[in-house]
């Protein structure tokens, strides 16, 4: 995630100045990135908070992470990845509504938030930790 944000700010040089406007802050320059790539960003934050929190080094791989979750659920493969398509794209739908409706980007984004919530808590269980 910060190799993306590094390779693609000196993209826009009025990045800034579209961040920080006259008129005061735009919060839809920063939230709308993040609307687009919440899922990679979930996944990252879950499979970091939940290895950090087991005592394993968040840098190691293993198979924790969201697609792992949803097969140990019962989902196939392809319907693991379905799923996590699906809601990419609803991600990036929401990102066009904020983009469409940039005074309602927080509430939008806060809404986006509690449904990646509520994901994360259902598929927290989906792997069998002891047989790692």
Same mark, same amino acid.
């Given at each position: 995630f910060i190799s993306v944000l590094t390779v693609s700010s000196p993209l826009s040089s009025d990045w800034m100045s579209t961040?920080?406007?006259?008129? %005061? $802050? &735009? #919060?839809?320059?920063?939230?709308?990135p993040v609307l687009i790539l919440s899922v990679?960003?979930?996944?990252?934050?879950?499979?970091?908070?939940?290895?950090?929190?087991?005592?394993r080094k968040f840098y190691i791989g293993g198979r924790d992470h969201s697609s792992h979750r949803l097969v140990n659920? %019962? $989902? &196939? #493969?392809r319907a693991a990845v379905s799923i996590l398509y699906?809601?990419?794209?609803?991600?990036g739908f929401t990102a066009?509504?904020?983009?469409?409706?940039?005074?309602?980007?927080?509430?939008?984004?806060f809404v986006w938030s509690v449904a990646l919530i509520v994901f994360a808590l259902l598929i927290r269980n989906g792997l069998n930790l002891e047989n790692e």
């Open positions: 961040v920080v406007t006259s008129a %005061g $802050f &735009n #919060e839809s320059a920063l939230l709308l990679p960003i979930f996944d990252l934050i879950f499979v970091c908070i939940s290895r950090i929190s087991r005592g659920l %019962g $989902f &196939n #493969e699906v809601v990419g794209i609803i991600s066009i509504l904020g983009y469409s409706y940039p005074s309602y980007i927080l509430w939008i984004t």
